[in-house]
């Protein structure tokens, strides 16, 4: 197994990193709909993150590693989203 994440891996860490940088709460809901990800990739994305030791075990907070990480990647670009009003609840 790689030190490094998969590249969509690294995509989530940077999302959860602007979201913090917003004090937006990350929610998986939140995720999935800015980064138009399904259960699987979500879910294959944030257990990678937690095996490098860059997400916290429980919930959806960085660790220092992971803050480090995150701020030296490029800002990432949401995606297209099917419905904007679905992600701006979850983000009230």
């Known amino acids: 197994m790689s030190k490094t994440p998969d590249s969509p891996a690294l995509v989530v860490l940077r999302a959860l990193f602007e979201l913090a940088e917003v004090d937006v ?6 995720v999935k709909g800015l980064l138009d990800l399904d259960d699987p990739t979500l879910d294959a994305c944030i257990t990678q993150l937690r095996q490098r030791g860059m997400l916290a075990r ?10 480090a990480i995150a701020t030296a990647l490029p ?16 983000a009230a």
């Open 25 to 30: 709460r990350p929610s998986r809901a939140l």
């Open 75 to 90: 800002p990432f670009e949401p995606r297209p989203m099917g419905s904007r009003m679905v992600v701006l609840a979850h």
């Open 58 to 67: 429980d919930g959806l907070t960085m660790t220092m590693v992971g803050l």
